[in-house]
């Protein structure tokens, strides 16, 4: 059985639901959804100052859709990339450098975990062809893993 409480602003309302924030009781009309559940109106406008460069849901989807582009791109640019001897480490460093600025700018600049990992992922399928189908063939192609992983590096450095 739930405690029947009532609502810090309006004292003649019950209610069961408290604030995740300052355990205040609060009715149906104060309450707030918030990502970490409900909220009185008072901590549910705080986080958003506290949240400030956290990503809002289209730089997610953007961030995405630049990894996706990233990968898709990336491929034929890894490609031209490895087939240059001298260099390699160089241009997939810059490649990888590009990749994440482009990556975190979809996200509006903030950066952060996810940006970090939609980088080093799409920028890893990139490279994925020219280093997995060879040791699925039994050849471990370090010449092509060095630059490759010098690429994710720059890219989840670049989008931090
Ligand atoms: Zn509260
Ligand atoms: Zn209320």
Redesign the pocket.
């Known amino acids: 059985m739930v405690e029947i409480m009532h609502?810090?602003?309006?004292p003649k309302?019950e209610?069961r639901v408290s604030c995740a924030a300052c355990g205040r009781p609060?009715?149906?009309?104060?309450?707030v959804q918030t990502e970490v559940g409900i909220k009185c109106p008072e901590d549910a406008r705080l986080p958003r100052g506290a949240r400030a460069g956290a990503m809002k849901g289209n730089q997610i989807a953007k961030t995405f859709l630049a990894g996706i582009a990233v990968a898709l791109v990336g491929i034929p640019v890894a490609y031209v990339i490895l087939q240059i001897g001298f260099g390699r480490l160089i241009l997939s460093g810059l490649a990888g450098y590009l990749a994440g600025t482009l990556i975190h700018r979809a996200g509006g600049r903030n950066g952060g975990p996810l940006a970090m990992v939609i980088s080093g992922v799409a920028v890893a399928i990139a490279y994925a062809p020219f280093v997995v189908v060879p040791i699925l063939n039994g050849n471990v192609p370090v010449h092509y893993i060095f630059p490759a992983l010098v690429a994710v590096g720059f890219a989840i450095y670049n989008s931090r």
């Open positions: 609502c810090y602003r309006h309302r209610t609060i009715c149906t009309e104060c309450m």
